[in-house]
């Protein structure tokens, strides 16, 4: 079983509609992150969580809301939607001590 | 934050060695060198990492330059499943910031 799942892993939208990414991790990491990856370009960080009680915006949170339910869930919330949002979205957890990075899947979402 | 730079793309032949550069001329003295390799249509995965010293692991090696502005990754044999985008990071011990700039794509010709 994957350590860290996204869902919906494709997404069609419209402009202006709410959508919610989600994000779970069975690796019992308390650091959560959301990046944005554009064709052609590197991952940028939109939000990320140390823990329950503890959001960050990362570069390029606006547009972008999250909410961290449980140690192990981390969704990001477009509130309304606009075209160029259309960008592959990928969860990834931290270990503590050594800062690796531990992806998900990525969820492909295309704002219309 | 120091950056790092790497080529846009690298070739390579399968079952050769690949050696794929970075310069990282700002680096400080606290500044882990990490790599990670993204495959098609997957998330990034980590590759390896150091402070000074060469290191190995069963997926590549990262050699280090003495005075630490630079460092490569290599992998001893390519093989048709290492073509990926390989990213060359910074990160202090500690530190939360972690940036993935474009890479280098490499491409493994069979």
């Known amino acids: 079983d994957a350590d860290v799942t996204q869902t919906p892993r494709n997404r069609i939208t419209k402009t202006g509609k709410r959508i919610m990414l989600e994000c779970s991790q069975t690796?019992?990491?308390?650091?959560m992150y959301w990046y944005r990856q554009d064709p052609g370009l590197g991952l940028r960080l939109i939000y990320y969580?140390?823990?329950?009680?503890?959001?960050n915006k990362g570069e390029i949170s606006d547009g972008y809301s999250v909410s961290r339910q449980a140690q192990a869930k981390f969704s990001l919330s477009l509130e309304s939607a606009i075209p160029n949002q259309t960008a592959l979205y990928f969860c990834?957890?931290?270990?503590?001590?050594?800062?690796?990075?531990?992806f998900g899947p990525g969820t492909r979402l295309t704002v219309l | 934050d120091a950056k790092t730079t790497q080529p846009n793309s690298m070739e390579s032949n399968e079952e050769e060695p690949v050696h794929l550069p970075c310069n990282h001329s700002?680096?400080?003295?606290?500044?882990?060198i990490h790599w990670y390799r993204q495959l098609p249509s997957q998330g990034p995965e980590y590759v390896i990492h150091?402070?000074?010293s060469n290191v190995n692991n069963r997926m590549a090696s990262l050699a280090i330059a003495e005075d630490r502005k630079s460092s490569t990754l290599i992998l001893h044999r390519a093989t048709l499943r290492d073509a990926a985008v390989y990213y060359c990071?910074?990160?202090?011990?500690?530190?939360?910031?972690?940036?993935f700039g474009p890479g280098t794509r490499l491409s493994v010709l069979p």
């Open positions: 990834a957890t931290s270990d503590f001590e050594t800062g690796h990075r531990f």
């Open positions: 690796k019992g990491h308390d650091r």
């Open positions: 969580s140390f823990d329950v009680k503890d959001i």
């Open positions: 700002t680096i400080s003295g606290t500044d882990y």
């Open positions: 150091g402070l000074t």
């Open positions: 990071i910074l990160r202090s011990w500690g530190g939360q910031n972690f940036v």
